[in-house]
């Protein structure tokens, strides 16, 4: 992901993001950053930029030719189609995780910045595809609504959370806040921490943390509580197509006969599909996808090595990663598969799930 960022102040963008993972994946490459300074597409020599508004009124208004020159000067160097232009701006759609996705999936966003009362509105029209607010509070720029897009985006962008395995089924978390943690001590200033988190039985565990959350979110968030209610009551009266429906297993996987009974038994009483796959080619989850006319959704990989993993990356497939040989190297940059250590924690997984 390259993002380009028109601004008069370009300072502002290349200080606050070069720190902490941001700066990781910038190093590693697998994120670009550029703040253009509209100043530098000035054609006077005092280098500005704004004038007064036409038609009166406080403050300046930022010229459309600077604007539309830097921008085109961005989009020419861009390599295939014009990149998307955001404009942030307060008079916009309201950012949000859905739209971070989409971005997520281009290869150049070119961000625009105001400042002052605006810019002309003539430029506006020519080059911008996309107005996004932040939300309804007054900033006085566009600036960290564009570092917060980006923070937002960039997370998204495989790679950029190297480590973070833990992202698990982040979309599966429909709608709710996150659930509480703790850590040691065990008793803090006489406050315990809940019980059932060390019982050690993982069922109970995700039933209490799936209810604080629910609780939490009718509590703290009333407004995502009755769209979590609404989705609920929909998928009730017309189960979805996300629904999981066949299970694809690396052979490697169901080698020991004993486990996989047990697992073809739990597959088959929850009425998904199993299908064996065989180590081939990298194309070989794709290939079943396509052969059993379904989508994405409703589809779960057990792999069995670090490779395997990637395959069903290249494809956007949730995964389950259950390494044959234990001291395997795990794949690196990767978000959404879980790794577990054997095949019962791997029914655990597939029973929450369906
Ligand atoms: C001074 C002009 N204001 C009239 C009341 C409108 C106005 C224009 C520009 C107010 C603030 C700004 C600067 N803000 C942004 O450029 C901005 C922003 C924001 O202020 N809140 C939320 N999202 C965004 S995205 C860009």
């Given at each position: 992901m390259n993002y380009h960022v028109l601004t008069l102040f370009p300072e502002m963008i290349e200080q606050g993001l070069h720190t902490s993972i941001l700066g990781r994946a910038m190093e590693k490459g697998i994120i670009g950053l550029e703040a253009v300074d509209i100043r530098d597409y000035t054609e006077d020599r005092h280098r500005k930029a704004d004038d007064y508004p036409y038609g009166g009124g406080a403050g300046m208004v930022m010229q459309a030719e600077p604007v539309f020159r830097a921008c085109e000067s961005v989009q020419s160097r861009i390599k295939g189609k014009r990149a998307r232009v955001i404009y942030a701006t307060p008079q916009g759609r309201v950012f949000d995780q859905a739209l971070a996705e989409e971005l997520a999936k281009e290869e150049d966003l070119i961000l625009l910045c105001g400042h002052y009362e605006g810019i002309d509105e003539r430029v506006l029209e020519e080059v911008v595809t996309d107005y996004v607010s932040i939300g309804d509070y007054v900033l006085t720029g566009g600036e960290l609504p564009a570092m917060v897009m980006i923070d937002a985006v960039s997370r998204l962008v495989?790679?950029?959370?190297?480590?973070?395995?833990?992202?698990?089924?982040?979309?599966?978390?429909?709608?709710l806040l996150e659930y509480p943690q703790y850590s040691r001590p065990e008793v803090w200033r006489g406050k315990p921490v809940p019980r059932v988190l060390l019982c050690g039985d993982h069922d109970r565990i995700e039933d209490w943390r799936r209810e604080q959350s629910i609780l939490r979110t009718r509590i703290r968030r009333p407004d995502l509580y009755g769209q979590y209610q609404k989705n609920r009551e929909a998928e009730r009266k017309a189960p979805s197509k996300k629904r999981l429906r066949l299970v694809l297993a690396e052979k490697p996987i169901l080698a020991d006969e004993s486990w996989a009974q047990e697992f073809r038994r739990l597959v088959s009483e929850s009425g998904l599909e199993l299908v064996l796959v065989s180590e081939?080619?990298?194309d070989r989850f794709r290939r079943v996808l396509e052969e059993k006319k379904?989508?994405?959704?409703?589809i779960l990989v057990f792999a069995a090595s670090a490779e395997s993993v990637l395959a069903a990356r290249e494809d956007k497939l949730r995964t389950i990663y259950f390494p044959m040989d234990s001291r395997e190297q795990e794949p690196e940059g990767l978000i959404y598969y879980r790794k577990i250590s054997d095949l019962l924690e791997g029914m655990a997984v597939l029973r929450r799930l369906v």
């Open positions: 495989p790679g950029v959370l190297s480590n973070e395995v833990s992202a698990e089924f982040e979309t599966f978390h429909d709608n081939d080619t990298p379904c989508r994405r959704q409703e």
